[in-house]
């Protein structure tokens, strides 16, 4: 099927859309993101998203082509154009395409950004055979740029370590900085300790989830112990639980580590309620 998608301010179909080769997004990785799920045909804390995108574009000096407003229009029409009823929306603004190739930054006067949106349909996103069994990760040195809390699309390390997990027969990798476990390649991580919730503080080291921060404030509403700071790759190993946040994933178990089960090697109580919580919650609030 020939999907809807939206390009500087058309919706097209997805083989007449185009960027042009000067597109610094596409030259110089010069480009933000946001994804956002979508289930029953509503988006999943669209606010938390559009705020980071502000501080996302704020940080790196770059303009947005759309006010937050016409932002959410935007994500709605696609969501009803292309019938998602659960699945993702992918946004993307770059600092446009200047003509040529540069390394200083265009006129934002005379260079507009580029901003393109596009629908993923992933029927039974929310009921996941994954999250039944959980996932099995590695650990890998983490080698990316130090400004990870800005969601920029240069994402080629973290698809490197994809890869690595999959040629070590896993399903995704840990990134791991002077011992310490700093966040999953595309995603937050987090371990267990009796009722206790530990996952990295924020910081400019990791990508700051909105995932993570609404499933923080549900486990506090819900009395849940949360301490944020980092553990070890050993420590993670010796959890009684493990799990990562995303907006693709929601709460998803992490039962293998480098080959050792963590815990019992199957979904954790604390880790199932919580996915529950969750996807209850966000449900409730999707716009
Ligand atoms: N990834 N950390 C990294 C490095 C990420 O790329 C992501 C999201 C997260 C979780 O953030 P959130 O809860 O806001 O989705 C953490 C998205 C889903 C992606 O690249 O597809």
Request: glycine share 8%; no cysteine; hydrophobic share 40%.
């Amino acid at each position: 099927m020939t999907r809807t998608v939206y390009v500087n301010g058309d919706y097209l179909p997805e083989t007449e859309a185009k960027i042009s080769i000067f597109d610094r997004g596409f030259l110089m990785a010069d480009g933000v993101y946001e994804v956002t799920s979508v289930l029953d045909g509503k988006l999943i804390d669209f606010g938390g998203h559009a705020k980071r995108l502000e501080r996302s574009l704020t940080e790196l000096d770059m303009a947005s082509p759309v006010t937050m407003d016409e932002l959410l229009e935007i994500h709605r029409e696609l969501v009803r154009a292309n019938g998602i009823v659960e699945g993702l929306v992918y946004l993307q603004i770059t600092r446009g395409a200047p003509g040529d190739r540069d390394f200083v930054f265009p006129d934002p006067a005379t260079t507009p950004s580029t901003i393109v949106l596009f629908t993923q349909n992933k029927p039974g996103l929310a009921d996941s055979p994954q999250s039944k069994v959980g996932m099995k990760v590695i650990g890998i040195d983490d080698i990316r740029w130090g400004r990870r809390d800005i969601k920029t699309v240069q994402l080629l390390y973290p698809s490197m370590g994809k890869m690595m997990a999959k040629k070590a027969g896993v399903d995704d990798a840990w990134l791991i900085e002077d011992g310490f476990v700093t966040e999953g390649t595309s995603n937050n991580a987090y371990i267990v300790k009796g009722n206790r919730i530990i996952t990295r503080n924020l910081g400019n080291d990791i990508l700051h989830g909105i995932t993570r921060a609404a499933v923080l404030r549900f486990a506090r509403e819900a009395q849940m112990e949360i301490e944020e700071r980092a553990f070890t790759i050993d420590e993670a190993k010796k959890a009684d639980e493990a799990f990562i946040t995303s907006a693709s994933a929601f709460v998803m178990p992490v039962v293998e580590i480098d080959g050792v089960a963590v815990g019992a090697g199957t979904p954790g109580a604390v880790t199932r309620r919580l996915r529950e919580i969750y996807l209850d919650e966000s449900r409730r609030a999707a716009v």
